[in-house]
């Protein structure tokens, strides 16, 4: 009988990062330990898909951490259900079995709706009057209020946003400890965001992220022991780093720049300045380090005036058009006509305004669901503007570029030797690597 198997999906973990991480190096101890090189796009939803299909963008349609719905037009960014990944996932091949396995689903982006048998994952209740409760999809769907008597509410204002840190992680841990000693599911894969916060914040390298690193040892120390007594048998432990996170000191703005070249059209309002979606010939979806630019109407003269305004632009290492996005495995009908690359130095930036006093509200708000683009600067509060800083010199690290040098590298971390396929992984190797241990052979 295999082993049942924990995989931890941690964010800008590294090599480094493990050295100085004593309860999991005692965790797995006596295992394996590989470089992980994460795909490109090297962001939180693509890499989570990679790893748990593993398929690339281009086959499983998970081409950022937001998509662009053309018809109607729409923005979705980190709301997604699990129906927006393409082909099965880990849970479900396990599920097929002759002898089905259980598995459970804790907190990774698009979990809502999957087939694995027991879920949790954020879903806060968004009120008419702009308000919201907080609450979380479960699988059952009365696991989040037994949660809830026990730990209390999900901190949602700990998991991303100017008070992010390690409470949120901490909380998942203990919920999902909470299910292990319910169900003792075969297969348990759970999201540590917390290594995130710190490092974009400050820099990977930061006093803030290398105190980041051991209180998510403390956070793991404290899971392995509530697994211990929950499953009362041995376990395979898999630590997986989604992506590395590099220092930054250098900001682009597409949708600056296409406004500038008189593609991207905004609306003024009461509150500022707003993207006129309607309007615009391009615009740019912006995350991290790269941005997808979709044309209207797919127009070929469009995305060629596109291209040329990013040619040779300082922050920019790469303007992929048309077919030759199939070079970063992105050639799927949700990426945009154009996919920009940026420099490893440099992150991307969403604001099209051209003075802080025309940036629309939202901008100073905590506010993911609502902004078209990814905003790092939810992580940085203004005191003196009493919301959130456009200041975007603050920003200390950045990922998503592709991972071509070992600074892009992460780790994999397994407690026991399970033949890795060699020192240097892909992320879409973490599927594998799952079903082989559980006698399913591809």
Known sequence: ?????????????????????????ELTAGGEIADLVPSFPCVTCPVQANMTTGKLPAAHGVVANGFYWRRPPRVEMWTSGNDCIAGPQIWDVLSRRDEPLTSAVWFPLHARGCGADYVCTPA????????????????????YGELRDKLGHFPLQHFWGPMADVRSSAWIADSAVIAARRWRPDFFYIYLPHLDYAAQRTGPDSAAARKAVGELDDVIGALAEGFGEAYRDALLWLVAGEYAIRPVDHVEYPNRLLREAGLLAVSREEDGEHLDLAASRAWALVDHQFSHVFVADGDPNTAAAVAE???????IAEVLVGPR?????????????????????????????????CAPAFARTVDIHGKPGYDPMELHFDPIAKGISLEVTRIGGSHGAPAE????????????PILFPGPTMADVDVYDIVLRHFGVVH
Request: charged share 25%.
């Open 405 to 416: 040098d070992a600074a892009g590298r992460s780790v994999i971390v397994a407690s026991e």
């Open 309 to 315: 305004v990013f040619a040779g632009r300082p922050g």
């Open 325 to 357: 996005r199939a070079r970063r495995s992105l050639d799927h009908t949700r990426s945009g006509e154009v996919v920009l690359i940026s420099a490893p130095h440099s992150w991307q930036a969403y604001y099209w305004w051209l003075a802080d006093d």
């Open 1 to 25: 009988m295999c082993k049942k198997t924990i995989l931890l999906s941690v964010p800008g973990l590294r090599e480094q990062d493990v050295a100085v991480m004593p309860k999991l190096q």
């Open 124 to 143: 806060p209740i968004h009120h008419p009057d702009g308000g919201e409760s907080l609450w979380c999809y479960t699988r059952p769907t009365e696991l």
